[in-house]
């Protein structure tokens, strides 16, 4: 499984989806621009020791990660998705990609590729969940679907 942070922003949510990519066996794929550095003390500290079990990969646009990837499957998190989350079928090898913090995917995006938006559903009166807890929820669905295969 594959979870992808495009420009991610806060520190301390990326290093807390770090940890959950370590203990699930996930790679972690970063698409800059970042809006930390990767040295930062909060992205570190939420990151724990557990940095050198995850792979990271550091990519300069969404575009390269589909391209280097043509033949899996990518799901985009986003509100505004009709299809909630638990309705995909998910495969080892998927693409889970999230959006920044304060303004999630580009709405370009997301219609590009609507029959792959999924949600997590929520309270009309809620705007989004933290970052971090959405890849959470996703990841282990997916795991969970794939009899966490990963982890074996």
Known sequence: ??????????????????????????????????????DDKYLKRAGLDYWHLVEVVYHDCLEDVQKKFPNNNFYYNTTKAHKLYTEVTYQPDDFLVFGKETAGLPESLLKANWDHCIRIPMQNEARSLNLSNAVSIVAYEALRQTNFSQLR
């Open 1 to 38: 499984m594959h979870i992808v942070l495009v420009e991610p922003e806060i520190p301390g949510n990326t290093g807390n989806i770090a940890r959950l990519c370590a203990a699930a066996c996930c790679s972690l794929h970063l698409v800059r621009p970042l809006g930390f550095r990767t």
